[in-house]
């Protein structure tokens, strides 16, 4: 869950066998050379036409999966949920939403997933639970319920308490009156998601026995959710005026979150072959360091949001801005730690139409282009469903077509407050997480082939020429590219391990690099504009093979040994001669 505002994120990947030691201290991991495919469960595919995803509909899929030559799925949550973040509001943390299925879907998927060679990651949603949960339930009943420190609260009779940001609440406070025990309960997100008191370590130890219970079932892995934000000053202290336009600065890292990550290391992780980390990684590079520096036996991959919020602006991003993010994550865990590499997720609008190019011109060729970004780059990609067919933004005109809670609550606000309810619309057209929650384009057939019903939410009116049937037939297809770009990563370590070189630094438009190791040595070329470019990468491709390009025609013009002339948006991946 969370909205553009959140600075980094990561996963956790459980795997349950016991350690390899031996490999271990190799440096080389299994989630270091994975392909992550996250999964929004509730576009993905509709199996019993009541118009939601759901655990049947991706069994249904999974050699679809299998094709595309990815390793890990990443799903959203599928926890028992009364929905109100589509979710990410947990009621029950070891059953199966009803919408989603049984727990004999689910190991069924889990069994289908493993006989393909596929590992499973699920969302772990603990910064907070559902006030339906009965932990919740429990805690609201009495001031002395043993329930009662599992949450935040501050009894009345103090006065209100220092004012806190909300960032799905209509008003974004995130103190809630509840007259039942005179008191307000705390809430960063919706008032339906109270956050969980992680100074409790009754609370802590639920948490962990109910990892552990997963795991046991065979998951291999957990993505922890907003968990930079657990650990709070429970003093709750006044907070600057103005706080809240950079409230991460105040809620990231609070205290002993350092400690609650070492002991889950300690209760749950060290205890299987594991691979950790929590969305959201702090206010600094040392504080993403040290989540995942080894030696302090915390977590192991940082998934950093700066990049990914380059794209905010509806007006477009500087290339050059962009490369230097990327290039400056990629400096500081170059010798130490470990890096995710994604532009999308189900929390962004679609990646073509914020990094890209959607018209119908350019789509294909820039969704292309930034498949090979990702496919290239050090640190393990991440890619989200849809994106392998170059999906775009929907871009609803009314209001009532939108279904994402936190849009619908800001609506709300903007109107209560008499905001500009255009440009309101205008923005979301573009920035609207449920942009990227539309139905996957199976075909060309009624709802694109989704559902028999009535889907949760409309099916991009695009579907009929952007489809998986209409792209497996296309040899040049977005589908196609993608599987041709992820088996090249898949079978050429250097672009998972390789050392990584920026080269003309300074051009406008082209982000050209190098991968080295393992005496091989690959030049990636991406052309960031709809207009041709040039770039001096000073180095003699002449003689090059080219493994990978995203035109169908012959590749870009090469001249004076060292220069390439690039169409728009084109992309080349090189083997270059030693």
């Not at 749950?268 to 206010?283: F, H, I, P, Q, T």
């Amino acid at each position: 869950m969370r909205t553009l505002f959140i600075a980094l994120f990561a996963i956790t990947l459980l795997n349950c066998p016991q350690k390899n030691y031996a490999q271990e201290s190799t440096g080389k991991k299994w989630w270091k050379e994975a392909v992550v495919y996250q999964i929004y469960p509730r576009s993905f595919k509709d199996a019993n036409g009541d118009g939601i995803g759901d655990l049947q509909g991706i069994i249904s899929k999974l050699d679809y999966i299998k094709s595309l030559g990815v390793n890990v799925i990443w799903l959203n949550p599928i926890y028992s949920s009364p929905n109100d973040d589509n979710g990410y509001d947990v009621s029950d943390y070891r059953n199966i939403m009803k919408e989603f299925g049984t727990m004999n879907d689910f190991n069924a998927l889990l069994k289908g997933m493993h006989e393909r060679g596929i590992k499973l990651v699920m969302d772990l949603v603990v910064n907070h639970s559902s006030d339906e949960h009965e932990w919740f339930k429990q805690s609201r009943s009495s001031r002395t319920s043993p329930y009662r420190d599992y949450y935040h609260w501050w009894n009345a009779e103090k006065g209100k308490p220092n004012p806190r940001y909300s960032l799905f609440d209509i008003n974004h406070d995130a103190w809630r009156y509840d007259s039942l025990t005179n008191a307000y309960y705390l809430h960063y997100f919706s008032r339906k998601q109270p956050d969980l008191n992680w100074e409790n370590p009754k609370l802590r130890s639920e948490i962990y026995a109910m990892m552990k219970y997963w795991c046991d079932k065979g998951i291999d892995g957990f993505r922890l959710d907003a968990f930079q934000f657990a650990a709070k000053d429970t003093t709750f202290p006044k907070f600057p005026d103005g706080y809240e336009k950079n409230f991460s600065l105040y809620y990231a890292v609070g205290p002993h979150l350092h400690d609650y990550l070492q002991e889950m290391n300690r209760e749950v992780l060290s205890r299987y072959d594991v691979m950790s980390v929590a969305e959201g990684a702090g206010n600094s590079y040392k504080d993403a360091h040290d989540m995942v520096d080894a030696d302090r036996k915390e977590l192991n991959m940082a998934y950093a949001f700066e990049g990914v919020d380059i794209a905010n602006n509806p007006k477009g991003y500087s290339v050059l801005h962009f490369k230097e993010v990327f290039s400056r994550w990629d400096s500081l865990f170059a010798s130490k730690g470990w890096l995710s590499i994604f532009l999308a997720n189900h929390d962004q609008a679609r990646m073509v139409s914020r990094f890209g190019n959607d018209s119908p011109q350019f789509r294909e060729l820039s969704s292309k282009m930034l498949t090979t970004f990702i496919m290239t780059m050090r640190g393990t990609p991440y890619y989200y469903n849809g994106d392998e067919l170059g999906m775009t933004n929907i871009r609803f005109d009314k209001i009532e077509d939108y279904r994402d809670m936190s849009t619908l609550n800001e609506y709300k606000h903007q109107q209560n407050i008499g905001g500009d309810m255009q440009k309101f619309m205008e923005g979301i057209k573009y920035a609207c997480r449920d942009n990227g929650r539309t139905p996957i384009q199976w075909d060309g057939t009624k709802n694109a082939g989704f559902t028999s019903g009535t889907p949760w939410i409309k099916v991009n009116p695009n579907y009929k020429t952007i489809n998986v049937a209409a792209e497996e037939k296309d040899q040049n297809s977005c589908l196609n590219y993608f599987r041709k770009v992820v088996a090249l990563r898949n079978h050429n370590k250097v672009l998972v391990y390789g050392k990584y070189t920026l080269l003309d630094k300074n051009n406008p438009n082209v982000y050209a690099y190098t991968r080295e190791g393992d005496g091989k040595k690959m030049l990636i070329v991406l052309n960031f504009s709809a207009n041709k470019a040039q770039t001096n990468i000073g180095i003699t491709v002449k003689n090059a093979k080219l493994l990978a390009a995203n035109y169908t025609d012959s590749a870009a013009t090469v001249y004076n040994s060292s220069n390439i002339r690039l169409r728009p948006y084109e992309s080349l991946i090189y083997e270059l001669n030693n």
